[in-house]
């Protein structure tokens, strides 16, 4: 213990409460003023990290189709709020989730196929038919609304879209080599 020149004992030092870090919206300090969590983070909750690749499918992997909706009819029935992933991005020929062709697509590997063939945009059996296949039949045969939802969505996402595809089909014509491999003119458009 402590004590003051006097011999009396100095009193204990009250702990002091440490202030909070402010943090900022990047975009502006002043303006937009400190961040708050966001309400999913107001109370606890409990879930489970699943990729979509590890649920039952047709194909090599799983997608997000019956057996998805099933997995998360299961979680709700078990009480938890939270189904975490891996990234959801087109992969690679290895299949890594963290090595994704685009931020913005989605992997097509993971589209219902049985989805498609109810809607008649696929013959025969679901797991032999190929999206392009599904994208020919909805050339054809998409009513007006569903023609209209492609056209918005092509629309809103128009800043990264017209690009992925060019590069998906360059990409495809190379025969899936590595960009810098590609010739000069398509390389360096």
Known sequence: MWRRASGSPLPRPQPRRRRARRRWHHA?????GPVT????????????LLHISSLPGEGPVGGLGAPARRFVDFLAGAGQSVWQTLPLGPTHDDGSPYQCLS?????????????LHEEGWLDGAPSGMSLAAAWQAFQARADTAARYDFEAFCAEHKSW???YALYCAIREEQGHQAWWHWPAPLRDR
């Open 28 to 32: 502006s300090r002043s303006k937009r």
């Open 37 to 48: 969590a966001p309400a999913c983070f107001a109370r606890r909750r409990a879930g489970i």
């Open 103 to 115: 931020v913005h697509a989605g992997n097509p590997g993971f589209i219902d196929r049985d989805a």
């Open 161 to 163: 879209l017209d690009d």
